[in-house]
C-alpha cells in the first residue's frame, strides 16, 4: 500500500501544471502581466491580455540593456478554430522555433508529406511498415485518451502557446507516441536492410523522440505525466505489433478484398515482389575451392529442427556434390562419384541431413551429411545400359525417378522406392519398374509435384514434356498430358493455384507454359509461348543472353523466370498470359554466366552460382564482408558437353 501512495503522489506531482509552467520559465517563456506563474508584472507599461504592441522597453532592466523579447499570440485550433486570446514572451528564439519544429513533427502536415516520400523515393517496403505502426499508435492513442478524459494542463499557471487539438483530452500524449514509434520503428526496420552505423541511427532516434516529448511541455500542451505514458504506451505497441508487421503488410497486398480489382491485387502482388528483388545484397559469398568448377545445380534442405542445421548442396560440374551451411557459406562436406558425372542435386524433404544425386554410372546415390564418410548411405541401382542425367524425389520421399540419355534406341524413366533409406547402409536398391515409350531423346529434366506424390513431369530433347500417374498400372494409363515444346527442355517446373499447370524452358531460351485443368474442357490448355525470351523482353542498358529456369510465388500467385547475362547479371522476369516483362536485375554478383539458382521468398534470400565457380548468398539490405568477385572460368561445361540441343532452330524458324 505505501508503494502505491507513493506512486499515486509521483504521478499527481509529475500532473501538476506547476511542473509545466516551471519547465516553460526555464526555457523563457512568460505570460502577459499579472499572469499567474509569470516572473512578475510587464515592465514599463507593457500592453494588457489581448493587446498587440509592447514598448521597446518592456522588460527593461535599469542600468542595462532590455533583454530579447518575442509577444506572439497561440496559433489556432486545427478542429474548432479556436483562437488563443492570451500573449506570452520568449526570450529565446532559437528555442521557440526549435519545439516548434518539434510540435510539427507530430501534425498531420508532416505526416502528409513524409510517408509518401518515404515511400515514393526512399523505401515502399520500409514506408508501408511505417504507416501500419503509425495507424496502430494513434488509434489506440485516441482511444485511450477518450477513456481516461483528463483535460489538458490547467492555464494559468501554464501559459498556452499554441491550442491546436485544444479540445481533445490530455492523456496520453499522441505526439508522444508518434514521436516515440515512428524513430524507433524507422530504426528497427531499417538496421540491416539500409547501410548506415547504428550509433547514428540511435542518436536519430533520441533526438527525434526528445525533441517531439519536450516540445509539448513547452507548448503546454501536456502535463509531464502525459508525455511518460505517451513514450511507454508507444514503446508497449511497438512490442506487439513490431513482430506482426510483415504479416500485417502481407495481408494487405496479398488478400483480394482489400484491393479494388484483381488487377490492383496483381499489381500490388508484382511490386511487392520487385521490391524483395531489388533489395537484395550480396550477404555471403563461398571461398574459391582448390579445385574451381561450373555450379551446375543447387538445392536447400527443407524444415530442420533448428536454423543453423540446415544446408546448401551444389552439383559441380568437377564430378562431386558440395554441402554448405546455409547461412554462413561454410564448406562442409564434398561427394564424388569417379569415374561416373553427377548430375543434379536434391534433399530429402523430411530428413534434412539426406542429400541424393544421380551419376552417368547408372546410379542413383544417397549420402547422410551427418556421416563422416564418403560413402553412400544408399545406392539406387539401374539397369546395365542406364546413364542417368536427371533425378527427382517425390514430396513424400517415397520414390525416386531418374532419366536416362539414350542408349541406341532406349530411353527410359527408372523408379525406385526411396523408404528406409538410411536403414541398411550402403546397400543397393533395384528398380521398380521402367518407362520406356513416351520419350525417344535424353530426359533431361524430371519434377515431381509439390504437393501430390504420384504426379510427375519429364521433359526431353526431343520436345516432349510428359505429365505421369505413377499410381496406374502401366505406362499407357499413366501418361496423362503429352505437350511440345519443339524444342530441347533445359527446365521443367509446376505452377498455378494447385500446381495444376506446367512450363518449360529449352535450350535455345524458349519458353512454353501449358494449363492442365483445362485438358477435360474445350479449352486450348497452351497459356504462352514464347520462341524467344531474348527478343520477347524489353530490358533497357542491357539485354538477356539467356534463361537459368523458374519458380511459383505462392503467395503472389505468379510465375516468374531467372535469366541472366554473359557477364553475370540476374534478371527476374515475370510470365502471364500476356507474355513475359522484366522485374528487377540484380548486377555485380558474378564475373560469369549464372548457371543455378534457389530463389525463398518467405526468407527473401536468393542464392546463385554460375560458371565463376562462386556460390553467393543475397539478402535485403546486407553488406558483403568477403572478397571481390572472381574472374570467369574458362572451361567447358559438362552439360554443354553433353547436352544435344535440338536440330530444328526455333529463331530460325521464326525468321
Not at 233 to 257: E, G, M, Q, R, S
Not at 440 to 469: A, E, R
Not at 611 to 636: C, F, H, N, T, Y
Request: hydrophobic share 40%; aromatic share 10%; glycine share 8%.
Amino acid at each position: 500500500m505505501a508503494v502505491c501512495r507513493r506512486l499515486a503522489r509521483l504521478a499527481a506531482n509529475l500532473q501538476d501544471p506547476r511542473g509545466v509552467a516551471a519547465f516553460q520559465r526555464l526555457c523563457g517563456v512568460e505570460g502577459p502581466a499579472g499572469w499567474a506563474g509569470s516572473r512578475g508584472p510587464v515592465a514599463n507599461g507593457g500592453s494588457p491580455p489581448g493587446g498587440r504592441r509592447h514598448p521597446a522597453g518592456n522588460g527593461a532592466v535599469p542600468g542595462g540593456a532590455a533583454p530579447p523579447q518575442l509577444w506572439r499570440r497561440p496559433r489556432r485550433n486545427s478542429l474548432t478554430e479556436e483562437d488563443g486570446c492570451q500573449e506570452f514572451n520568449t526570450h529565446s528564439r532559437f528555442l521557440y522555433y526549435l519545439f516548434s519544429l518539434g510540435t510539427e513533427l507530430g501534425n498531420e502536415l508532416f505526416y502528409i508529406l513524409f510517408f509518401p516520400f518515404c515511400i515514393w523515393n526512399l523505401d515502399a517496403w520500409l514506408g508501408r511498415r511505417l504507416i501500419i505502426i503509425w495507424v496502430w499508435v494513434m488509434y489506440l492513442g485516441q482511444c485511450t485518451k477518450d477513456v481516461i478524459r483528463w483535460p489538458r494542463p490547467a492555464s494559468p499557471p501554464v501559459v498556452k502557446l499554441e491550442v491546436f487539438y485544444n479540445s481533445e483530452y490530455s492523456m496520453p500524449s499522441t505526439h508522444a507516441m508518434s514521436g516515440t514509434a515512428i524513430p524507433l520503428a524507422l530504426l528497427l526496420l531499417s538496421y540491416g536492410r539500409w547501410q548506415y552505423p547504428l550509433v547514428f541511427g540511435l542518436i536519430l532516434a533520441f533526438c527525434w523522440c526528445s525533441l517531439v516529448c519536450c516540445s509539448r511541455i513547452y507548448m503546454g500542451m501536456h502535463s509531464i505525466l502525459d508525455v511518460i505514458a505517451g513514450f511507454l504506451y508507444a514503446i508497449l505497441i511497438l512490442i506487439v505489433f513490431h513482430p506482426v508487421v510483415d504479416l500485417i503488410d502481407d495481408f494487405n497486398l496479398t488478400y483480394k478484398l482489400l484491393t479494388a480489382s484483381g488487377a490492383a491485387f496483381e499489381m500490388s502482388a508484382i511490386e511487392k515482389i520487385e521490391e524483395q528483388f531489388a533489395s537484395l545484397r550480396i550477404a555471403k559469398r563461398s571461398v574459391l575451392s582448390e579445385e574451381p568448377a561450373y555450379l551446375l545445380d543447387i538445392d536447400v534442405s527443407g524444415s530442420a529442427q533448428s536454423a543453423s542445421s540446415r544446408f546448401v548442396a551444389v552439383s559441380c560440374s568437377n564430378k562431386s556434390i558440395r554441402v554448405y551451411n546455409r547461412e554462413t557459406l561454410n564448406f562442409l562436406r564434398e561427394y564424388s562419384s569417379c569415374p561416373g558425372t553427377l548430375n543434379g542435386v536434391r534433399f530429402a524433404h523430411v530428413c534434412d541431413s539426406l542429400v541424393f544425386s544421380a551419376c552417368s554410372d547408372g546410379m542413383v546415390k544417397c549420402w547422410d551429411i551427418r556421416l563422416a564418410t564418403q560413402k553412400a548411405a544408399q545406392v539406387f541401382s539401374g539397369y546395365p545400359s542406364n546413364v542417368f542425367i536427371s533425378f527427382d524425389i517425390n514430396c513424400s520421399d517415397l520414390m525416386i525417378c531418374a532419366g536416362t540419355e539414350k542408349v541406341e534406341t532406349d530411353t527410359f524413366l527408372v523408379f525406385w522406392d526411396a523408404r528406409g533409406s538410411t536403414d541398411c547402409a550402403s546397400t543397393i536398391r533395384e528398380p521398380l519398374g521402367v518407362y520406356s515409350e513416351s520419350h525417344n531423346d535424353d530426359v533431361t529434366k524430371i519434377c515431381f509435384h509439390p504437393v501430390k506424390p504420384s504426379l510427375v513431369v519429364s521433359g526431353s530433347t526431343d520436345g516432349l514434356v510428359n505429365v505421369f500417374d505413377i499410381n496406374k498400372d502401366n505406362e499407357d494409363d499413366a501418361l496423362i498430358s503429352t505437350c511440345n515444346s519443339d524444342s530441347s527442355v533445359s527446365f521443367i517446373g509446376w505452377s498455378g493455384k494447385d500446381y495444376e499447370q506446367i512450363y518449360c524452358t529449352t535450350h535455345d531460351e524458349g519458353f512454353c507454359w501449358w494449363d492442365l485443368a483445362q485438358l477435360d474442357t474445350e479449352e486450348p490448355i497452351m497459356l504462352l509461348r514464347v520462341l524467344d525470351a531474348r527478343d520477347a523482353v524489353c530490358i533497357e542498358n542491357g539485354s538477356l543472353n539467356y534463361l537459368v529456369g523458374g519458380m511459383y510465388h505462392e503467395k503472389a500467385g505468379r510465375l516468374f523466370l531467372i535469366g541472366g547475362t554473359a557477364t553475370g547479371d540476374v534478371h527476374l522476369i515475370s510470365c502471364s498470359a500476356a507474355g513475359l516483362s522484366l522485374v528487377g536485375t540484380l548486377p555485380g554478383g558474378h564475373s560469369a554466366t549464372v548457371r543455378s539458382f534457389c530463389w525463398n521468398p518467405a526468407e527473401e534470400s536468393l542464392l546463385t552460382g554460375g560458371e565463376d565457380a562462386q556460390l553467393l548468398l543475397w539478402r535485403p539490405g546486407a553488406v558483403e564482408r568477403s572478397l571481390a568477385k572472381k574472374m570467369s572460368m574458362k572451361i567447358a561445361s559438362s552439360v554443354q558437353k553433353r547436352v544435344r540441343v535440338h536440330n530444328s532452330s526455333l529463331k530460325n524458324r521464326k525468321k
